[in-house]
């Protein structure tokens, strides 16, 4: 996972997010039967 990235499960989906200067920056919504890894690799 990306350093910095948070996640919080909604429903069905996980939300991705980073705090961010005013508030938080939402990276990514998935489905929770999505292969997260993939998806949300590490920056290189």
Do not use: N
Request: charged residues 30%.
């Amino acid at each position: 996972m990306r350093p910095g990235c948070l996640s919080d499960p909604a429903g069905r989906h996980i939300i991705f997010y980073r705090h961010a200067d005013k508030g938080i920056e939402v990276i990514r919504i998935l489905h929770s039967s999505m292969d997260t890894q993939r998806h949300i690799a590490k920056e290189k």
